[in-house]
């Protein structure tokens, strides 16, 4: 059962990012303002989550939330300021545009980039213990999937219709025989020798 604040008395933004540990694409995060009462049967870490019913997940989010954002940083940037920090970016990006300022931001994860001065809790497998990150890691999930799925109609070869840019076997397998594509994170030193395919 998920946790559905840990403040009572602020107002609280949930935080997730995904893609963070991507051969390539964007790494998304996503920032959740949810009403205190907010509940439904079937949120949870978007890792649990059956894909129909993430996407029904977020269109219930976002019509339910009192304040929502995703935000995405490419691989320029990820690869000019490293996978961690693009991540804590895309995190600020997402608070920034929320139309409704949190008191305080629950983060999933260990660690975290101080935002101004909103104070924020670190939480490991925060997207499995309190909603507004379920609903975080829910959105940033299925915007980045339809991101890849976009991504898969100009390269192919690389399956990422099915591993969203992951390192499966295939993706490895397809990284081999066809090189990098623009789209690979090359500071990630995946395929060192292998050309780039634009």
């Known amino acids: 059962m998920l946790e559905p604040f840990l403040s009572p008395d602020l107002i609280e933004a949930g935080l997730d990012e995904a893609g963070r540990g991507a051969y390539a694409g ?26 129909k019913e993430r996407y029904l997940l977020r269109d219930v989010i976002e019509k339910e ?16 300021i490293n996978i961690l920090q693009a991540t804590f970016k895309a995190m600020h990006q997402a608070i920034e545009e929320l139309c409704i300022p949190p008191d305080c931001l629950l983060v999933d994860g260990n660690h975290f980039k101080r935002y101004g001065q909103i104070p924020h809790t670190c939480i490991i497998k925060g997207d499995g213990k309190y909603m507004a990150i379920a ?33 499966t076997v295939y993706h490895r397998k397809a990284i081999a025989q066809f090189g990098l594509c623009c789209h690979h994170r090359k500071s990630y030193n995946i395929a060192p020798a292998a050309s780039l395919v634009s």
């Not at 920032?31 to 079937?42: E, G, Q, R, S, W």
């Open 26 to 51: 964007p790494v998304y995060a996503a920032a959740v303002i949810l009403p205190k009462d907010f509940y439904h049967p079937l949120l949870n870490d978007s890792k649990l989550v059956k894909e």
């Open 135 to 167: 609903a975080a890691s829910i959105l940033a999930k299925t915007y980045r999937d339809d991101h890849m799925h976009e991504l898969h109609l100009r390269f192919p070869q690389y399956g990422w219709n099915t591993n969203k840019g992951y390192g």
């Open 65 to 80: 939330s009192i304040a929502f954002h995703v935000a995405a940083m490419d691989i320029v940037v990820i690869d000019s």
